[in-house]
């Protein structure tokens, strides 16, 4: 755009009133710094929150990274649980700048322009000078013609006025260029700025530059934000000619400035606006990593991890917290149970060397499987463990042992099963106990099948043991299963029953070997009644051992019978 002047006598242009003004701030909160803090805490209900009456964990060591991975900083909680990052120790302080290029490109002059920049930011430390340096340009085209009947000198003068408006101060500066000359003859009739009355310098630029300092803290004060601030130019221009006592003049100009702001500054290692990571080293003893949350919002899929990721620009990142809950655990005793009640009382032995079983899946979604063993007071224990829901069994019986009556759950409740405890859950700081496991001494029942020679329906001295005759037990055991077992007699007409569980019994012996006739049924040392002609039955509790139980036979022909016994043919029959 151009602006046009035309005189008959020698003039320069009248400058316009201009009310310099500031623009408000968009912010102009002064921020000290970057804060990024939370809590490390004990989560009772596992639920990521730090609630009231949850305690907080000390002494846990908590570093700050950068996004990229650099160590940066790092520090412990207090009593409180509580951590925070300020500083970057990284970072001396010193004298720093920070420069911002303001530019005004080529345009109309007599018209005020405004442009906005930085504030300076407070967190980057201490702003002791703002740096205002001021580049004017004032560019202008002058065409001159000489209407006198008589010769002149005609001189170009390009110059102009450049007034800055800042924030609490200003500052203006003249640009003047070279002077151009023209020896014009007398008026040649032609108003065409040229020929030989007549000219059109070439276009000329004058520049200027000034520098303007602000030091006083109550001015600097009015720089300090994370808002804009603006500047107010006027470029006017002065550029005109003169000569002669008849001159016609045009003059175009135009305009055109570049501002440099620095800031000056002490620079402070407050922590700078950007992404970080916070990670909390290690478990806190005794604990299971939680839940993370930021800004008191949990962080979905986070428990069981520890690193936290934020993102500050001139603001404060509360509550980045670490929940943490205590490990549980489940326990219980693997025992003799003398009564078989399903109760451990205090004077039932221990079983040491029981190998048991924990699995399940826990809040993480991992499957759990882990195998412990009974000590020496039949003592068992699965620790650290996290919430979740278990299965506690025994996988394997104690030499020689029977599964005992099934005892009662444990104190965190499950289901009560043959050989294990279903369902058990398991919540944060749970110590289960009282999983116990009781097994029985297993029974016998044995006796002779014997040859009644002295016809005393006794077996005893001068009596033959009977071989190879069959005994059938038969009966319910302590569990309600039926029992049903056969075994014969050996060399010396011993039979025996091992393993046997609680329960009532018979033994019934149906064999009669041809020649010979039952003598006597003989009621062994627990006890017990003959049930039959050929049976007997009796009552085991745990672990006993049952003796004597008895069948003797009488031969018909006494001598033919001690014949049988005695040769060869007896033998062979009964092997």
């Known amino acids: 755009m ?16 201009v009310r310099p003004w500031l623009e408000v701030l968009e912010d102009r909160e002064l921020l000290s710094a970057n804060v990024i803090s939370g809590y490390a805490f004990h989560d009772l209900n596992n639920n990521g929150l730090r609630d ?38 990284r970072i001396a302080p010193s004298q720093q700048s920070q420069t911002q290029l303001i530019q005004f490109a080529t ?12 504030a300076f930011n407070p967190a980057l430390g201490q702003l002791i000078e703002v740096e205002i340096l001021l580049t004017g340009r004032i560019t202008s085209q002058i065409r001159s013609e000489n209407l006198d009947p008589a010769s002149a000198l005609i001189t170009g003068n390009v110059s102009g006025n450049i007034h800055l408006t800042a924030p609490r101060a200003t ?74 006592g008849n001159l016609l003049t045009q003059v175009s100009s135009s305009g055109s400035a570049d501002i440099t702001i620095t800031y000056k500054y002490v620079g402070t290692n407050a922590l700078q606006s950007g992404t970080y990571r916070i990670i909390q080293e290690a478990t806190p003893p005794g604990f299971q990593r939680g839940y993370l949350s930021r800004n008191n919002v949990v962080i979905p899929g986070s428990i069981g991890f520890n690193q936290i990721v934020v993102a500050v620009n ?9 929940a943490a809950i205590k490990s549980s655990s489940l326990s219980g005793y693997v025992y003799l149970d003398i009564d078989n009640n399903g109760v451990r009382s205090p004077d039932e032995v ?30 068992y224990q699965f620790a650290n463990l996290r919430p979740g829901v278990y299965i506690v069994g025994q996988i394997a019986s104690p030499p020689g042992l029977l599964h005992g ?10 289901v009560a099963a043959f050989y294990r405890f279903n369902s058990i859950t398991v919540t944060s700081d749970n110590q289960g106990v009282n999983y116990n496991f009781g097994w029985l001494k297993p029974a016998s029942l044995s006796g002779f099948i014997y040859a009644d020679l002295n016809q005393n329906a006794s077996f005893d001295t001068g009596d033959r043991g009977v ?103 007896w033998r062979q029959y009964y092997l």
Do not use: C
């Not at 020896?183 to 000034?210: E, H, K, P, W």
């Not at 009556?405 to 499950?414: C, D, E, H, R």
């Not at 039979?495 to 041809?514: A, C, H, K, M, N």
């Open 350 to 379: 221990g079983i040491g060397g029981a190998t048991l079983q924990i699995y399940g899946k826990n809040d993480l979604n991992q499957i759990v499987s882990m195998f412990a063993k009974s000590n020496a007071d039949g003592f």
């Open 405 to 414: 009556a099934i005892n009662p759950v444990g104190s965190l409740g499950g």
């Open 52 to 89: 009231p009456g949850e305690a907080p964990i000390a002494n846990s060591r908590i570093l700050l990274y950068s996004f990229a991975g650099a160590m940066i900083t790092s520090t412990y909680t207090d009593q409180n649980g509580y951590y925070e990052f300020l500083n970057d120790p």
């Open 171 to 244: 500052t203006s500066l003249t640009a003047t260029a070279d002077a151009q000359s023209f020896n014009a003859a007398a008026y040649d009739g032609l108003t065409d700025y040229a020929g030989t009355s007549g000219i059109t310098f070439a276009t000329r630029t004058a520049t200027g530059s000034t520098t303007l300092r602000i030091t006083n803290a109550a001015d600097l004060a009015h720089y300090l934000g994370t808002g804009t601030l603006s500047l107010d130019l006027l470029l006017q221009a002065t550029s005109n000619s003169a000569g002669g």
């Open 467 to 569: 071989v190879g005759l069959y005994v059938l037990l038969t009966g319910t055991d302590d569990r309600g299963h039926a029992v049903w077992r056969l075994t014969r007699s050996d060399v010396y007409g011993a039979y025996r029953f091992d393993g046997l569980r609680p329960g009532q019994y018979e033994i019934t012996q149906w064999q009669v070997p041809s020649g010979w006739s039952r003598s006597a049924i003989n009621v062994g040392s627990l006890g017990g009644i003959q049930a039959t002609a050929m049976s007997q039955q009796v009552m085991l509790n745990v672990g006993d051992f049952g003796r004597d139980y008895n069948f003797g036979f009488l031969a018909l022909n006494l001598d033919f019978g001690k014949a049988l016994l005695l040769g060869s043919v």
């Open 107 to 118: 345009g109309p002059t007599n018209v005020t322009l405004t442009r906005s920049f930085n």
């Open 314 to 322: 001139n603001s404060v990142a509360p509550n980045n917290n670490f």
């Open 2 to 17: 151009l602006g046009w002047l035309r005189n008959t006598k020698r003039r320069s242009p009248k400058a316009p009133s």
